[in-house]
Nanobody, 121 residues
């Protein structure tokens, strides 16, 4: 069983910072791309940032220069450092990852349960 668990969400004032973590556990032998998504009430889930197994990163225009995505050396934990937070960053943040699992020919996608980030003005 593979699992992704997010942590680090909370309430912060505009201009503040938060660091989200996403830890993978279970039976797998590798992880390809990992992503952070977010969803606000009444809006579609949107891609915030992506990091490949090689460390290549991409960001949504709305967070470029403010958010930084990273992975640990074992590449099983992903982080999102969020600086200069704005009220419009308020959302539930989800991590997603493509796992390589023994006996499965193609990578399998899993999602975390989400963590709430609220930015007050």
């Amino acid at each position: 069983q593979v699992q992704l668990v997010e942590s680090g969400g909370g309430l912060v004032q505009a201009g503040g910072s938060l660091r989200l973590s996403c830890a993978a556990s279970g039976r797998f032998f590798g992880i390809d791309a990992m992503d952070w998504y977010r969803q606000s009430p009444g809006k579609q889930r949107e891609l915030v940032a992506t990091i490949t197994s090689a460390g290549t990163t991409n960001y949504a225009d709305s967070v470029k220069g403010r958010f930084t995505i990273s992975r640990d050396n074992a590449k099983t934990t992903m982080y999102l450092q969020m600086n200069s937070l704005k009220p419009e960053d308020t959302a539930v943040y989800y991590c997603r990852a493509d796992f390589r699992i023994a006996g499965v020919a193609i990578p399998t996608t899993y999602w975390g349960q989400g963590t709430q980030v609220t930015v007050s003005s």
